[in-house]
């Protein structure tokens, strides 16, 4: 796997997009209060992740970041998660960032 922008701000995107699907609130409309505000502020974050991933030219990175907040939003918003359904998050998780790291290697 090669990046093609092959520098610095690169590496800076994509870890700038890891760090949006770490702090992304998932469960935003379980508020009891504010929860417009909550989602009007999901929805600027969520935005901003699109933007970082439109900067980002290797579709492989940017498929497995897609992968890795999908899998997120899914085991954050079940609340009934059992540990099979942790399992298959962290599997996935890892299976991502497996793709992810090496690139971000490769660029530092």
């Known amino acids: 796997m090669k990046i093609e922008q092959n520098d610095m701000a690169t590496m800076n995107i ?8 770490n702090e992304h609130d998932f469960v935003w409309y379980m508020a009891d209060y504010g929860a417009s505000e909550l989602g009007a502020e999901a929805c600027g974050h969520m935005h901003y992740f699109v933007s970082l991933l439109h900067q980002i030219d290797d579709a492989t990175i940017v498929d497995a970041l897609r992968t890795l907040w999908i899998a997120r939003s899914t085991y954050c918003k079940n609340l009934s998660a059992t540990d099979d ?3 298959e998050y962290v ?4 299976a991502m960032l497996d793709i992810i790291n090496p690139a971000i290697a490769q660029v530092a």
């Open 14 to 21: 994509i870890a700038e997009a890891l760090k949006a699907v």
């Open 85 to 87: 359904d942790r399992y």
């Open 91 to 94: 599997m996935t998780k890892n």
